[in-house]
């Protein structure tokens, strides 16, 4: 329903514009979530989360938009077609940084729940560094009065089931800081294993995968990655709500170890061909098994 153009101030400064497109017509829930996304990202000030500058109405068109910075790089569901699986050092230094962009949304008492790799974005710094810098929260909910009528009443699923916790698909209004704790962490095992978690040929497939067993154990897929951070990509997809992280940053403490500080080039890596060989394994391509192009997020309608 939306469109993001550039755009510059008098002074030369530039921004990304998002605006809600005149050529779709505008639901009630649509335009709520618009206003989501921008009461949200506006009150979480965090360098991992992607600012929103300013939001208003077009006086012409009477359409909303949100004037937020302009980023150049990718998403990570772009660096994953491209590079395959990551290096494990490279995955756990952009986590961690996910993680501290969480910890402030949840601080603010702001719960994202649509955390996947199209959501975490890599800004490519001019020094070559890359930031990962949160994204998209459209479907956020807040612990605010003004938040009680959530747009689930009327959209019996929201989110991505790929991602989605086992608590999210079964009542989405009820959630806590853990289901995002749950969707990074799925999004971390695809990122060192090119595959999802759980599989299934429909969302619902996947939703019963996840309520009843046990994610496939990383290493199966990626001996490569060293156990301990397997064990806490594991900690983070536990199915019960106790066994899991309790907060954004303790899955961050979880992670730190595993980054290599002798890599000064902070840019990304994938895994490299001897990492491979070592193990006798061959990475396995990205797999997803919807179609090519599927996007589930799902409306109840």
């Known amino acids: 329903m939306g469109a993001v153009y550039e755009a510059a101030t008098l002074d030369g400064a530039s921004f990304a514009l998002k605006i809600v497109r005149p ?17 949200a990202a506006q009150q979480i000030d965090n360098r991992h989360v992607a600012r929103v500058v300013d939001a208003g109405t077009d006086e012409g068109l009477g ?3 949100l004037v937020m910075e302009r980023l150049e790089g990718r998403d990570l569901r772009e660096a994953l077609r491209d590079l395959g699986p990551l290096d494990p050092s490279c995955a756990a230094r952009l986590f961690v940084q996910a ?4 910890a402030a949304a949840h ?17 490519e710094r001019a020094t070559g560094e890359i930031v990962l810098k949160l994204c998209d929260f459209g479907v956020a909910k807040h612990a605010l009065p003004e938040d009680s009528g959530d747009l ?28 995002d704790i749950f969707s990074l962490g799925v999004t971390l095992y695809e990122t060192l294993t090119g595959q999802l978690p759980w599989q299934g040929v429909s969302a619902l497939d996947l939703v019963v995968a996840v309520y009843t067993t046990d994610a496939r154990p990383l290493a199966s897929l990626a001996p490569w990655v060293p156990p301990g951070l397997a064990t806490a990509v594991h900690k983070a997809l536990a199915r019960n709500l106790e066994d899991r992280f309790a ?24 895994v490299t061909t001897e990492q491979r060989s070592e193990n006798q394994v061959s990475a396995s ?17």
């Not at 993680?99 to 969480?102: F, K």
């Not at 907060?247 to 890596?269: I, K, N, Y």
């Not at 391509?285 to 309608?301: I, N, Q």
Request: proline share 9%; hydrophobic share 30%.
């Open 107 to 123: 601080a603010c008492g702001v719960v994202h729940r649509d955390i996947k790799p199209a959501n975490l974005f890599l800004e």
């Open 99 to 102: 993680c501290q962009g969480l």
């Open 285 to 301: 391509p990205l797999a997803v098994t919807t179609e090519p192009g599927t996007e589930w997020t799902a409306e109840r309608r």
């Open 23 to 39: 050529d779709v017509p505008l639901r009630p829930d649509g335009l709520r979530r618009f206003a989501r996304e921008s009461r």
């Open 63 to 65: 359409l909303p938009f």
């Open 247 to 270: 907060s954004a940053d303790g899955f961050a403490s979880a992670l730190r170890p595993f980054v290599d500080a002798s890599d000064s080039s902070h840019g990304l890596s994938g």
């Open 152 to 179: 689930t009443k009327s959209n019996g699923i929201l989110g991505s089931p790929m991602y989605m916790s086992p608590e999210q698909s079964r009542n989405p209004r009820t959630v806590d800081h853990r289901s």
